[in-house]
């Protein structure tokens, strides 16, 4: 038999313990990163409140859509495109997402300008007189009395 010295035992209770106190390790992820929502392909204006979000996140396994405030929604699995809705109202209009992981959230929003209002009537000449002479033509032209609208 082996006669071992006290070194011998510290160093073996040492080994144990800390395999004990360690136990499983795992790395932890970041939080989702390159994040991005594109409302209906980045458009400026829109004149459907239904939409096409393209969402864009590396690592997110959930996201929270809502048109309130970052977080407001109901957490679904993370997909690169979704079918939305919009408020109703002419107006600028914001879609808030938040990406979620197990390391945490990243938020993000976009903007499009919904204008529902359809477009009004052409102007119309008014005061139209002709000549067959040199003179130079006058004419009135009346704008349409609406205010804008692309709908």
Aim: aromatic share 8%.
């Amino acid at each position: 038999m082996k006669k071992l010295n006290i070194f011998t035992y510290i160093y073996t209770i040492v080994i144990v313990l800390s395999l004990l106190l360690v136990g499983n390790i795992s790395a932890f992820a970041a939080v989702p990163s390159g994040c991005s929502v594109q409302i209906s392909s980045n458009a400026t204006y829109t004149n459907s409140t239904s939409t096409t979000l393209t969402l864009a996140a590396t690592g997110a396994t959930t996201m929270n859509i809502s048109n309130t405030a970052f977080g407001t929604g109901t957490d679904e699995a993370y997909n690169t495109n979704k079918i939305w809705t919009l408020t109703a109202g002419d107006g600028t209009k914001t879609v808030y997402v938040r990406f979620k992981n197990a390391s945490g959230n990243t938020d993000v929003t976009d903007n499009i300008v919904y204008d529902g209002t359809a477009p009004g009537a052409p102007g119309t000449l008014t005061n139209v007189t002709w000549t067959t002479t040199a003179d130079p033509v006058n004419q009135d032209f009346a704008e349409a009395s609406d205010t804008g609208g692309s709908g």
